[in-house]
C-alpha cells in the first residue's frame, strides 16, 4: 500500500523521519514556506495531557530519564526489590533505558560488548575498549528532548577549528559568523532565557554574541548552590595540564549563569519556571521548551502531517536519488500482541532524523541491509557523547545551608575552563553545578533517610550506624540534606571510528528489524581529561572547605583505569556522531547543510552530523543545523 497518488505523483514535498528537535524544526520551516510535508513518526502520538506521564513518574521506583514515558517497563516490584525489564524483542520501538544498561540483550535494547560478556581492556595503543555506551534516549513523538535538562549553550569559536587551531580531530565546514545567525534563529525558536552581560566573562574562552544581541528572555535566578560555589572559587586558577607538559597555563575558575530553555517571563504560551527540579526528566507545568512547541507550530502551518507508529525500514535508492521510504505502521493490544503493515511514501526529498543511534541504523538496513550514503565508510562511526565524571561533597556543619532540591536542575556552571592551550593534549570540559543536592550520585534524598531509619550508611553520612526516628530523624536529614551539592564534568570526547554503531546481526525488535549494536571505548586523550578534572573538583571542594564523598570506581559497566587510578563514567544523553558533516565525500557522511553526499535528495540531520562533540551541550547547535538545513531544502524544492 502506498501513500503517493496512484499516478506517481508525490503527495509530498519532503518526507521527514523522526519528530525530535530537528525534524521538527525543518517541518515548521517547510510548512511556512506552502510545502506539504509528511512526518514518520515511530513512536505513540503526543498527548492532549501529560497527566499520565506525571502520574507514571511519580509511582515510578526509578527516577530515571525514561520513568514517565508510556511503554517501556513494568515498574512493578519483583521479588528481589528489582523492577522487571521488558524484552525488546517484544517491543514494536523500544529504547535504551538506563535501567537497562550493563543488562543483557533480552533487557538492553542496544547490544553491547560489556553485555556478551567482554571486559574493559586495552588495546595495545592506550585506547580502553570494550566499554558501556551509558547514554539514552526516547523513540516518542517529540523524540528524546522530552527529557532534556534545557541547557542552551553555544559553542566556543575554537570547537568549530580544533584541526585548525590544536591540529586535532576534524574542524566543522560551517564558520563561526553564520553559526551565531543559527544560533539566534534557534534561541529565538526555544525561548532561551539568559543574559549577554551575564555570559561576558566567557569571552575569554572565545564566546562572542553579534554587537546589540540579546536573549529573548531575562535569565533565570542563580540558586543558593550556584552562590556559595561561586563565592567558594573566586580568585582561584587551575593549571591547563597537571604535570605541566606543552601547556604550563593557568586558568581562572568561575561560575556563569547557564542560558536556558525555560521561561523566566511568559513566552509562547508557557508559564514560567517555578522551581521544580525535575526537569530530567519531565517539566511539570510545561514551562520548559520540549520538540512538540515546535511540533505544534508546524502542524498549525496547514501543510505538516504526522504518521505515529510508523516506523520506516527501507530508504530507496536509484543512482543518486532516494526514490520512497518503506515503513511498518504498527499497534499493540493490551496483551502485548503487535501487528504490522508496511507501507511506502514517495516525496521530492527525504529527511532523516530520527536520532544520531537510528539515523545509522536505518542507513545501514536500507538497500536490503548493504547501506546507502557510505561510500565514506563513515556511517555508524564516530558515536560520541559528553561522557561525564560526577563528583559530590558536603558544605561544612559551620557554614550556612545551601538547600538544594529547589529550582531547575542545574541553573549555573564553570565554563572558563572549556578551551586553552591543554586542547593538544586533553579534553576540553565544561562543569555543571546540581541544585537536587546528593540525587543524582546516590539517590538522595531516599538513601540518607533510610540509612538513618535502618542503622545502615549507603549514602555515607550515617558512619556510626544511628537509627533514627521522630523529631532526632528530622533535625539530622534537614542538617545534612540542606548541605549537600554536586558537581557534574562534561569532556569534549574524541571521535573514534572504532566507536561504532552497526546492525547486530542476531537480535531483533518486536517488529523484526535488526537491534543497533554498539562498540565503545575511550582513548588517552579524553580519559586524561577525566585526571584532570578529578583534580580540579577536589580542588575546589578543598578551597570551599566542603568535604569531598566522590565515589570514583562503582564496580560496573561505566569504570575504567587510567594512570593506575580508577574512574567512573556517565552518560550525559548527548548522543553524537554517526553520520559526520564534511567538506570531502571521502571522510564524511553529509555537507555543511546535511545534505547526503551520495545521494542528492536526501538530508541526514541532528546531532549524528557533529564532527566532533565540542564543549556545549548539543540541543541549541542541532537546532540551528536544522533551520540551515531547512533553507537549503526550500532551495533545492525550488531549483
Excluded at 96 to 108: E, F, I, Q, R, Y
Excluded at 356 to 380: T, W
Excluded at 395 to 400: A, G, K, L, P, R
Excluded at 498 to 519: A, S
Aim: aromatic content about 8%; proline content about 6%; hydrophobic content about 35%.
Amino acid at each position: 500500500m502506498s501513500t503517493s497518488t496512484q499516478a506517481g505523483t508525490p503527495e509530498y514535498d519532503v518526507i521527514i523521519v523522526g519528530a525530535g528537535v530537528s525534524g521538527n524544526t525543518i517541518a515548521w520551516q517547510l510548512g511556512l514556506a506552502g510545502k506539504k510535508v509528511l512526518i514518520l513518526e515511530a513512536g505513540l502520538a503526543v498527548p492532549d495531557s501529560r497527566e499520565d506521564y506525571m502520574e507514571n513518574f511519580y509511582l515510578a521506583l526509578a527516577k530515571t530519564p525514561e520513568a514517565p514515558y508510556p511503554a517501556l517497563a513494568d515498574r512493578k516490584s519483583t521479588p528481589s526489590g528489582g523492577i522487571n525489564l521488558p524484552n525488546p524483542a517484544q517491543l514494536p520501538t523500544p529504547r535504551a533505558t538506563v535501567l537497562g544498561l550493563g543488562k543483557a540483550p533480552d533487557a538492553s535494547y542496544l547490544v553491547q560488548l560489556q553485555a556478551n560478556g567482554t571486559n574493559p581492556k586495552p588495546d595495545g595503543k592506550g585506547n580502553v575498549r570494550g566499554l558501556q555506551f551509558s547514554s539514552t534516549y526516547e523513540r516518542i513523538g517529540g523524540g528524546t528532548s522530552w527529557h532534556w535538562l534545557g541547557t542552551s549553550l553555544r559553542e566556543l569559536e575554537n570547537d568549530l577549528q580544533m584541526k585548525t587551531k590544536y591540529g586535532v580531530f576534524q574542524d566543522w565546514p560551517v564558520n563561526y559568523t553564520e553559526m551565531q545567525g543559527l544560533w539566534a534563529q534557534a534561541e529565538k525558536a526555544i525561548g532561551v532565557a539568559a543574559s549577554t552581560v551575564q555570559q561576558e566573562p566567557l569571552e575569554v574562552v572565545g564566546l562572542q554574541f553579534p554587537p546589540g544581541y540579546q536573549f529573548p528572555m531575562g535569565p533565570i535566578p542563580m540558586s543558593i548552590v550556584d552562590q556559595t560555589v561561586s563565592g567558594g572559587v573566586a580568585g582561584m586558577q587551575v593549571p591547563g595540564m597537571l604535570d605541566g607538559d606543552g601547556d604550563t597555563n593557568m586558568y581562572d575558575v568561575f561560575v556563569t549563569p547557564t542560558p536556558q530553555g525555560r521561561n523566566s517571563e511568559p513566552y509562547q504560551d508557557r508559564r514560567v519556571c517555578a522551581g521544580n527540579t525535575n526537569c530530567i526528566p519531565i517539566c511539570p507545568i510545561q514551562a520548559k521548551w520540549d520538540p512538540t512547541v515546535t511540533l505544534g507550530e508546524a502542524l498549525d502551518t496547514g501543510n505538516v502531517t504526522v504518521s505515529y507508529q510508523s516506523v520506516a525500514v527501507n530508504v530507496a535508492v536509484e543512482g543518486q536519488n532516494a526514490t520512497r521510504i518503506d515503513y511498518l505502521v504498527w499497534s499493540s493490544d493490551a496483551n502485548g500482541n503487535i501487528t504490522k503493515e508496511m507501507k511506502s511514501v514517495t516525496g521530492k526529498v527525504y529527511v532523516l532524523a530520527a536520532h544520531a543511534i537510528e539515523n545509522a541504523k536505518l542507513l545501514l538496513m536500507s538497500n536490503n541491509r548493504k547501506g546507502i550514503c557510505n561510500k565514506s565508510d563513515q556511517v555508524g562511526r564516530n558515536l560520541m557523547d559528553h561522557v561525564l565524571y560526577l563528583s559530590w561533597a558536603l558544605i561544612d556543619e559551620n557554614d550556612n545551608p545551601i538547600w538544594g532540591y529547589r529550582g531547575p536542575l542545574a541553573t549555573s556552571g564553570i565554563e572558563s575552563l572549556r578551551d586553552g592551550a591543554f586542547r593538544k593534549y586533553r579534553s576540553s570540559f565544561r562543569m555543571e553545578i546540581g541544585n537536587e543536592g546528593w540525587n543524582f550520585p546516590s539517590s538522595d534524598p531516599y538513601n540518607t533517610t533510610m540509612d538513618f531509619i535502618q542503622g545502615t550508611n549507603n549514602a555515607q553520612l550515617n558512619k556510626n550506624g544511628q537509627r533514627l526516628g521522630g523529631l532526632a530523624l528530622a533535625q539530622q536529614l534537614n542538617n545534612l540534606l540542606t548541605r549537600q551539592f554536586r558537581i557534574g564534568v562534561m569532556f569534549d570526547q574524541a571521535p573514534l571510528p572504532e566507536n561504532r554503531v552497526t546492525l547486530d546481526p542476531q537480535y531483533t525488535d518486536g517488529l523484526g528489524l535488526p537491534r543497533p549494536h554498539i562498540d565503545y571505548g575511550l582513548d588517552p586523550y579524553t580519559m586524561e581529561g577525566f585526571r584532570v578534572a578529578k583534580d580540579v573538583c577536589s580542588k575546589i571542594y578543598a578551597r570551599m572547605g566542603a568535604t569531598e564523598f566522590t565515589k570514583t570506581s562503582s564496580g560496573d559497566t561505566g569504570d575504567f583505569t587510567y594512570k593506575g587510578t580508577d574512574y567512573h563514567y556517565y552518560g550525559a544523553g548527548h548522543i553524537m556522531g554517526t553520520h559526520r558533516m564534511g567538506t570531502d565525500p571521502n571522510l564524511s557522511v553529509v555537507d555543511a547543510s546535511q545534505r547526503s553526499h551520495d545521494v542528492t535528495n536526501l538530508w541526514i540531520v541532528g546531532s549524528g552530523s557533529f564532527p566532533t562533540a565540542c564543549t556545549a551541550n548539543p540541543t541549541l547547535t542541532l537546532m540551528g543545523l536544522a533551520f540551515k538545513s531547512a533553507q537549503s531544502i526550500l532551495t533545492a524544492l525550488a531549483s
